[in-house]
Structure formats: structure tokens, C-alpha cells
């Protein structure tokens, strides 16, 4: 394989009932330099459009005919269930934690929860896209910040700085030492320091990789 | 009776006792009278016949019982005459002197109303009074006073139409024998009485038994020649006594059916609210001492009555002895009782009320709690209708207003991709941006508080868990259970815990609040406790209030303890099926 060959454009399936706004969607991916594989009005089309044509990304709405309910959710665990390979993101018109646990299971490399508003900032979307496509995860701000915000009572929390908080935040939406780092304009040693002390202070083993490490923290700040 | 009449009667019963008295000291004057005893029980026995007839006379108008009473005094009191010692009066107290034991026969016959029954019952009576008179004439026209036993003590004999002992005797020992036939036959007229009598007439025919028995004796033994050697001082002083028996039980009797007017309200004060028409029934027999009293509803189907042993009552045909009264103007309901009952018009009249008014109040009651049934299931389905109408609304406004506002954002975040070259423009569509994206988080919580999709979507686990991360206080979620229920009960149950926690954010001052959700049989137990100064009021707030009108209109129940200083304890019990 050249190095100079460019990569083959990530492979999207996209699921959203509005049709509009599934257009725009094909529209904005593409844009991006994404290759839009197939779009789905509902649940049932994806599962099949998935299975046939075996997308990088599957990027669906959660709520979606016939019932309105979690039909996008269902569905995107089912194509996790059958080819764990499979990048999902998931777009959510609620901030709603219990749907964001169900979706990362014990396994969250390669999936995405964000709200549907994030479609207007179009680089900090396919970024995060991309993101996930590449195994991370990536969880919205507004639902972290949601879980970090969360009145509590004699919790190590409230011993946390400022900056250690934001740090937190940032690992809990699924960011690495280096790109929290860069967000936060720190060197990388000191992003490792905080790290550290945080998870001690919360009592938390220092995990074996990003992933493991975002279950830990999302799963202590529901807690 | 006339007022005048019963002073007349009132008047000559005071008369015949002082006389009585009088006439038994004076009588042989100046040589001192027999025993007192001799005229303390006769005068005691007229006193009790006439003050009880004039009693019955005057509580019973249309009865003849008091007249049978006031009589047998009178005809007690008409031998007393003998003791003037002048011809006449001597005479007519010779020839009455048993015709109270006539009286007495009638009594028993017409008891206890005063009238007699049948023919044959008028007949015996009739024949009774010119036997226990005519005999006395007969006798008296042979007896002569100076040679049977009298001397010169009596007076004449204006009957005495042929002196002869010996017809006077051999008439005797006829009499005798004919007296005891007739007697005899009364007897066993009254016997039969008892026998056919039912529930109430039986109750007053039994105590009339116990009452005849030792009168019926008493007078046997006095026709008994020679009163099987009784002294005459227990036959004439003591025995008397046993005639006040009758005024006696009588006296008992009238007192009974007062107190059994009282009996039929305290029968209806015990029964519990609302009872059923049997129960309402018995009380009622049981007041009543009739245990024939029947109680019966009309049948639509039938056509006719039912009563509470599922018996079938036509009142077209009921069976002699029978009376019915309806206890509502619709006829719905009749009372059947026996015919005696009507002597007693006032007790039927109270009995009558008592249970159409038992009846009335049991209508009443099934009445206002089909109403009340029929108010609950309206405001259940009110709410529920409420909630599948913000369940709507939300609905639309997801599908509606929310996903046009993201195309619209989505639209002006690839404007603003394409409009770097413009910087003026970047502006204004970075200002479309912000009010796209305030738009759509507002609409965001307006949906939210309309009706929570996650509620909807994850059932209580879900819902409850993201009203604890959004409350502004501190939530500990001890229990919820993962199960799904019915929207309805759902619904209650998240709106409980929602409406609780914006209270304890609103009033309470409370560091911390605990929301515990269980499943009990048959039941959902929502609590919500926080660490607060306590007392609130649950008449209070408008909110605490509607909480409790929505926990109701589930037909479950809302508790607030919120003692000062101790926090606030919310409990909701949600019947769950």
C-alpha cells in the first residue's frame, strides 16, 4: 500500500426521517469528503442498507417511525451486535443519559452520542465523525456537562479545581490526553498530572486506554 | 270516649271502691268486720280491671279491649250490692255475682284486641252471658234467703217465686255440670286461638295463657263444692289476687308495644350504614317480634314482589291474615305483616318509616356512589386525556418545530462553511447560528416539560434517573424499579417525584433529597424525602395540591409529613395492576 495514495473516503450510512434534513445531512458528508453509501427513512431500511452494504459509519436519529420512540438505537446496537467493526454516531434530540449508557454498553470505541444541533458547527461534526470512525469516542458536551454540573453531597467531586473539572469534562466526552491538552492549551505532562490525581482523588484505577477510561469517569459521574 | 264519659266511669270506679270499703265495715255495725284482707284484694282487683280498661280505653279508642276491662271491673264490683241489705240491690248482687266470670270468658276470647274472631266465638260468649246470669235467675227463683242458710240477715228475695231446696239444689247440680261444659268449650276456643296465631298475635296469645290458667283454676275451685277445703280466708282474702293477672299482663303489653316503637328505632340506629334489605329485615322482626314480617322488592320481570327470602309475594293474593303496606310512593317496596299488627296502627306506622327511611337512605347512598364512581372514572379519563394530549404535543413538536429548526441550522452551518470569504456575511449567519441554536434548546425543555419523551421512551428507570441529574439539589435514587406500567401510572408516578423535587429546589432549603420508587402488591410507592426544615403545608401550595388531585384521580393517595425541623416526607400510593 502507497503512502501517497489517498485513503478511501470513509463510507456513511445515514438514517433521519425528516427528509430534508436527511438531504442536508448526504449533502453536508459529502461536502466533507465523505462518501454517503446510503440514506434510510426508518429503522428497518437501515438494517438492511447496513447489512448490505457494510458502511465505515452508521449516523442515525434515535427517534424514527414506526413508533417514535428508540427505534435509531435499537437499530445501531443491532449493527453493533452484528459487525463490531461498525463506527456509530447517534443523534439525539434529548439529553438524556439513559440512552447514552444503553448505546456505550461496556464497549464504547467507536461510537458517538450527540445532539442533532450539532450538524450546524460542520467541522466540529465530521470531525467528530471522523473521530468515532477512527475508534474513539465521542460524547456530546451538553450531556456531559449535564453529569459534571450535577448537584452532589459529600463527593470528591467538590474537592476538584476548576481546571481539573474541565479536564474531567473532557475526558468523559471521550478526548485524549493530547487533544484535551491542545483544547485546553497545556502540555501534555500536566494534562497527565491532573489525570492522575483526579482519578485517585475519585478513587478510580488509572485505565488501560481512552475507552476504558470514559466508561470509568461517565459511569463515577452518574454514579 | 268522651271526656265526659270517662269522668262518669273515672267517678263511679272511686265509687265502687269507697263503697266497697265502706259498706264491708259498716255492714253488722256496730260489732266489728272480718279481716281487713276480706275487702283490701276485692277492692284492689275492681281498681286494677277499671284503671286498665280506663287506660286501654282511652290509648286504643277503636279497640273494645278497655271496655272489657272496665266492664269485668263493674261486673267484679255488682255482687258487693248484696251488702245494703235491701231487697233489691240484695238481688241483683246475687244474680250477677258471676257475670264477671263471664266477663273474664269474653275477655279471654277477644283478647287482645277486644273484638271477637268468628261466629262461633260470638256465640260462646253469648251463650256464656245468659248461662252464667240465667242460672243465677233460675236458682234465685227457688232460694229462699230465711230458710237456705240466711236467716234473718238477708234481705227478701223479690225473684223467689216457689221456696224449695230441694229444686234449688237439684238446678244447682244441673248448673254445675252445664257450667262446666261451657267453660270447657271456651277453653278450648282459646286454645285453638293460641294454636293458629303467628309471630306477633302469638306473642300476646301465649302471655293470655299464662294468664288464663290460674284465673280458670282460681274460678274452679271457687264452683267446686266445698273448694276442695280451702280455707276461706286464702280462697276469698288471698285467692282475688290472681284475677289482677289479667289488667296485669295487659298493662305489660301496652307497656311492650311502646318500648317496641322504641325497639324499631334503635333496631335501625344499630344497623351499620346502608344495609342490605335482608339484614334491614330481620332488624325490623326482631323489633318487631314478628318473625313473619316480610319485607319485599318488586321484580320488574315477575311482575309482581320478591322478598328477602326469595319468596314471591302477590299482593293481589295474599294469604289470609296478611296486611301490605307500600313503603314508597312507586310501590317499589312493600312491607307484608300479619293482620293483627294493625291494632297497633302507630307501631305499624313507625315500622312503615323506619323502613322506607333505611330503604331511602340505602337508595340514596347507592345513588351517590354510582355518582361518585361515575366522577372518578371522568376526571381518570380527564387526565388521561391530558396526558395523551401533551404526549401530542410533544410529539409534533419533535417531528414539527425542532426538526425544521435543526434542517435550518444545518442550512446555515453550510452557509457559513461557504461564506468565509465574506466576513460580514460570517456575521450575520454566525448570529442566524446562536438564535437557531437557542431556539432549538429552548423548544428542547418546552417539549421536556410538556411531556418527557425519555418517560415514553425508557419507562420510569430512565425518566426518574434524568429528573435527579437535572434537579438543582443534590438526588439520591435509592429504588425505581426497571419494569414498564401504564402510561397512566407512570405518568402519576414521574409527575410525583417532578413536581416534589421542584418543590424541595422552590421552598424547602434542603441540602439533599432521596426518591425511592417501589412496587408492593397491587400498589406503587413513590417517596420523596429531603433533609429541609419541614413544615409544609400541604393546603398550601397550589402545587402540593394538584399533586394530590393528580395521585387521586389514579384512585391512589398522597401523604405529606413534614414535621418542623425533620424535613419533608411525600408519599404517594399509586394502585397498580
Not at chain 1, 72 to 92: E, F, N
Not at chain 2, 83 to 106: C, D, K
Not at chain 2, 113 to 125: I, N, Q, T
Not at chain 2, 481 to 504: C, D, G, K
Request: aromatic share 6%.
Amino acid at each position: 500500500m502507497s503512502v501517497t495514495q489517498p485513503a478511501a473516503p470513509l463510507r456513511v450510512v445515514i438514517a433521519e426521517d425528516a427528509v430534508l434534513l436527511r438531504e442536508g445531512l448526504r449533502r453536508l458528508l459529502t461536502d466533507a469528503g465523505l462518501d454517503v453509501a446510503g440514506t434510510a427513512g426508518d429503522a428497518a431500511q437501515l438494517l438492511e442498507l447496513a447489512g448490505a452494504l457494510q458502511p465505515d459509519v452508521v449516523l442515525t436519529d434515535i427517534r424514527m417511525p414506526p413508533t417514535q420512540t428508540t427505534e435509531g438505537l435499537q437499530a445501531a446496537l443491532h449493527i453493533r451486535h452484528q459487525r463490531p467493526a461498525t463506527a456509530v454516531v447517534v443523534l439525539s434530540q434529548h439529553v438524556e443519559t439513559g440512552h447514552l449508557f444503553e448505546l456505550l454498553g461496556d464497549d464504547p470505541r467507536g461510537i458517538g452520542y450527540v445532539l442533532k444541533e450539532r450538524v450546524a458547527d460542520v467541522t466540529q461534526f465530521t470531525a467528530a465523525i471522523r473521530r468515532v470512525a477512527a475508534g474513539e469516542s465521542v460524547i456530546d458536551p451538553e450531556v456531559v456537562s449535564r453529569l459534571v454540573r450535577r448537584p452532589r453531597r459529600d463527593s470528591p467531586l467538590e474537592t476538584l479545581t476548576e481546571r481539573e473539572l474541565a479536564v474531567l469534562a473532557l475526558m468523559a466526552e471521550g478526548r485524549s490526553n493530547q487533544a484535551i491538552a491542545s483544547q485546553l492549551y497545556m502540555s501534555p505532562k500536566t494534562v497527565e498530572t491532573h489525570v492522575g490525581n483526579m482519578l485517585a482523588k475519585l478513587g478510580l484505577q488509572p485505565a488501560a486506554g481512552d475507552h476504558r477510561r470514559v466508561l470509568a469517569v461517565l459511569a463515577y459521574l452518574r454514579g | 270516649m268522651s271526656r265526659r264519659l270517662r269522668n262518669i266511669l273515672i267517678a263511679g270506679a272511686a265509687a265502687a271502691a269507697v263503697f266497697t270499703v265502706v259498706t264491708y265495715y259498716l255492714n253488722g255495725w256496730p260489732q266489728p268486720p272480718g279481716p281487713a284482707i276480706y275487702v283490701i284484694t276485692p277492692t284492689l282487683v275492681l281498681l286494677a280491671y277499671l284503671g286498665v280498661g280506663l287506660a286501654a280505653w282511652q290509648r286504643y279508642p277503636a279497640e273494645r279491649i278497655g271496655l272489657l276491662f272496665t266492664m269485668a271491673g263493674y261486673a267484679w264490683f255488682l255482687p258487693s250490692l248484696t251488702q245494703l241489705h235491701y231487697p233489691l240491690p240484695f238481688t241483683v248482687g246475687i244474680v250477677s255475682g258471676a257475670l264477671y266470670q263471664a266477663v273474664l270468658a269474653h275477655l279471654a276470647l277477644a283478647w287482645p284486641y277486644g273484638r271477637l274472631r268468628s261466629r262461633v266465638d260470638r256465640v260462646a260468649v253469648t251463650v256464656n252471658y245468659s248461662f252464667n246470669v240465667g242460672n243465677n235467675v233460675v236458682q234465685m227463683l227457688f232460694w229462699n234467703p230465711r230458710t237456705n242458710g240466711c236467716g234473718t240477715a238477708c234481705p227478701a228475695n223479690l225473684l223467689l217465686a216457689h221456696s224449695s231446696s230441694r229444686l234449688y239444689s237439684t238446678t244447682g247440680t244441673v248448673f254445675s255440670v252445664t257450667g262446666v261444659c261451657i267453660t270447657a268449650a271456651i277453653a278450648a276456643l282459646i286454645a285453638w286461638h293460641w294454636r293458629s296465631a303467628r309471630g306477633y298475635a302469638r306473642q300476646a296469645m301465649t302471655s293470655l295463657i299464662w294468664v288464663a290458667i290460674p284465673i280458670a283454676a282460681y274460678i274452679a275451685v271457687l264452683g267446686i263444692p266445698g273448694n276442695l277445703g280451702i280455707p276461706g280466708l286464702v280462697l276469698y282474702g288471698i285467692g282475688p289476687l290472681i284475677l289482677i293477672a289479667a289488667p296485669a299482663a295487659y298493662a305489660i303489653s301496652m307497656f311492650r308495644a311502646r318500648t317496641a316503637r322504641r325497639a324499631v328505632g334503635a333496631a335501625l340506629v344499630d344497623l351499620e350504614p346502608g344495609p342490605s334489605p335482608a339484614r334491614l329485615r330481620d332488624a325490623l322482626a326482631r323489633a318487631l317480634g314478628d318473625p313473619t314480617l316480610q319485607l319485599a322488592f318488586r321484580i320488574p320481570e315477575r311482575g309482581g314482589y320478591q322478598d328477602t327470602s326469595d319468596q314471591i309475594v302477590d299482593p293481589a293474593r295474599l294469604p289470609a291474615g296478611r296486611m301490605l303496606t307500600e313503603l314508597d310512593a312507586a310501590g317499589n317496596a312493600v312491607l307484608v305483616y300479619h293482620e293483627l299488627m294493625q291494632h297497633e296502627p302507630e307501631l305499624v306506622k313507625v315500622t312503615v318509616t323506619a323502613a322506607s327511611l333505611a330503604l331511602e337512605h340505602a337508595r340514596l347512598q347507592a345513588e351517590v356512589e354510582a355518582q361518585l364512581e361515575q366522577v372518578r372514572a371522568s376526571r381518570t379519563r380527564i387526565v388521561e386525556a391530558g396526558d395523551a394530549e401533551r404526549r401530542r404535543l410533544e410529539r409534533d413538536l419533535h417531528d414539527g418545530a425542532q426538526q425544521r429548526l435543526v434542517t435550518l441550522s444545518l442550512a446555515i452551518g453550510m452557509a457559513r462553511s461557504q461564506a468565509a470569504a465574506n466576513p460580514e456575511l460570517a456575521v450575520l449567519l454566525e448570529t442566524a447560528a446562536a438564535e437557531a441554536q437557542a431556539a432549538i434548546t429552548e423548544l428542547r425543555e418546552l417539549a421536556r416539560g410538556i411531556h418527557p419523551a425519555v418517560l415514553t421512551e425508557t419507562g420510569l428507570a430512565g425518566a426518574i434517573q434524568a429528573l435527579a441529574e437535572r434537579s438543582p439539589v443534590a438526588t439520591t435514587i435509592t429504588a425505581v424499579p426497571a419494569s414498564r406500567y401504564p402510561a397512566q401510572i407512570e405518568a402519576t408516578a414521574y409527575f410525583v417525584v417532578s413536581e416534589a423535587l421542584a418543590n424541595v429546589a422552590k421552598h424547602a432549603a434542603a441540602s439533599s433529597t432521596r426518591v425511592t420508587i417501589r412496587e408492593l402488591t397491587g400498589r406503587l410507592v413513590v417517596q420523596v424525602s429531603d433533609d429541609g426544615p419541614g413544615g409544609a403545608r400541604p393546603e398550601g401550595g397550589s402545587g402540593l395540591r394538584g399533586l394530590a388531585d393528580r395521585v387521586a384521580a389514579a384512585g391512589g393517595a398522597l401523604r405529606i409529613e413534614s414535621p418542623p425541623g425533620s424535613g419533608t416526607h411525600l408519599e404517594a400510593d399509586i394502585p397498580c395492576p
